[in-house]
């Protein structure tokens, strides 16, 4: 005798919480996310189908199979998630559970989801992250992004949070968590095709606006360097 899963029909979609890693192509065009774990090697975007991980041709989330997004149903669990040391730079997702889904005692693993919010946390000195820079790592044609205030951006690879809402689409919203005060500016370079775009709530703009004021004080730093060679090469001379 083959046992059966009680059937559900919400009136609508649940909700679920998950922890993930934020990811640009190697154009800089498009933005996306990356699971931490079971199907970490295959990015997915902000309104997407699951597909098996093994290659297998049935539709997840079977039965039998691991395969499927997965996420938790509270919020605190997956908040707890991000206290790893391997997960320090992943972002929190809030989602909407669409399609065929399996119930547990923990969360759902389903077929397909919607992206509503990406909370993103504090910079590793713990300031209140501006951006979004290069991890320094990352999967085939995409960079794994990790939050950074002003001050350790350096000269990584950067987009700021309503960037890369704006490079996902699908009605992506951006959160930024608050952290500690700002570190000193002076290591964000310049960088093409992020300003600030209408439409935008509040926190978004906040961040642009910390982003470009975080630019000004490092092209004033560079003017301020090249003022101090002209000057000493004067005096060499």
């Given at each position: 005798?083959?046992?059966?899963?009680?059937?559900?029909?919400?009136?609508?979609?649940?909700?679920?919480?998950?922890?993930?890693?934020?990811?640009?192509?190697?154009?800089?065009?498009?933005?996306?996310?990356?699971?931490?774990?079971?199907?970490?090697?295959?990015p997915y975007r902000v309104l997407d189908d699951a597909s098996c991980v093994y290659g297998r041709r049935?539709?997840?989330?079977?039965?039998?199979?691991?395969?499927?997004?997965?996420?938790?149903h509270d919020r605190t669990t997956a908040e707890a998630l991000l206290c790893t040391t391997e997960h320090r730079g992943a972002v929190l997702l809030e989602v909407r559970v669409l399609g065929a889904y399996i119930r547990f005692e923990r969360g759902f693993r389903y077929a397909r989801q919607r992206v509503r919010t990406a909370t993103v946390g504090p910079c590793d000195c713990g300031a209140a992250a501006v951006?979004?820079?290069?991890?320094?790592?990352?999967?085939?044609?995409?960079r794994v992004l990790t939050p950074a205030c002003a001050g350790c951006t350096g000269g990584r690879t950067s987009v700021s949070p309503a960037g890369f809402a704006r490079l996902a689409g699908d009605?992506?919203?951006?959160?930024?968590?608050?952290?500690?005060?700002?570190?000193?500016?002076?290591?964000?370079?310049?960088?093409?095709?992020?300003?600030?775009?209408?439409?935008?709530?509040?926190?978004?703009?906040?961040?642009?606006?910390?982003?470009?004021?975080a630019r000004l004080d490092w092209f004033q730093t560079q003017l301020a360097r090249l003022g101090e060679r002209g000057v000493g090469g004067l005096e060499q001379g």
């Open positions: 005798m083959r046992l059966r899963l009680p059937a559900e029909h919400p009136a609508e979609p649940p909700t679920g919480y998950k922890i993930a890693r934020p990811v640009l192509s190697h154009d800089g065009a498009r933005a996306a996310f990356t699971g931490v774990s079971l199907g970490g090697a295959l049935h539709r997840p989330p079977a039965r039998l199979c691991d395969c499927g997004f997965h996420c938790v951006g979004l820079v290069d991890a320094g790592w990352g999967r085939p044609g995409w009605g992506l919203r951006m959160i930024a968590a608050p952290g500690g005060p700002t570190g000193p500016g002076g290591g964000l370079p310049p960088e093409t095709g992020l300003t600030v775009h209408t439409g935008l709530g509040v926190p978004e703009l906040v961040a642009e606006a910390a982003l470009l004021q």
